[in-house]
């Protein structure tokens, strides 16, 4: 980022890591970001975003923007 001349940003989720001190709350925080954070993903794309999209006359779009949002 530095050599396009961007300036980075901190990240709320990191920031918010980097300042806890408590282990229960890094472990809440780890628990929330590798297991729920997922499964509400694939919730919204598999299950909300390509049916409707896919319905409207653009299969091919949503599937190409729901593989995307994998990435």
């Known amino acids: 980022m530095t050599s396009l001349r961007l300036k980075p940003h901190e990240q709320q989720a990191v920031h918010a890591l980097r300042v806890?001190?408590?282990?229960?709350?890094?472990?809440?925080?780890a628990i929330l970001a590798l297991l729920l954070a997922p499964v509400?993903?694939?919730?919204?794309f598999r299950g909300i975003f390509y049916p409707r999209s896919?319905?409207?006359?653009?299969?091919?779009?949503?599937?190409w923007a729901s593989l995307c949002c994998l990435l």
């Open 40 to 44: 509400v993903e694939e919730i919204f």
């Open 54 to 63: 896919s319905r409207q006359d653009f299969p091919r779009l949503a599937l």
């Open 20 to 29: 806890t001190t408590v282990w229960s709350d890094r472990v809440s925080l």
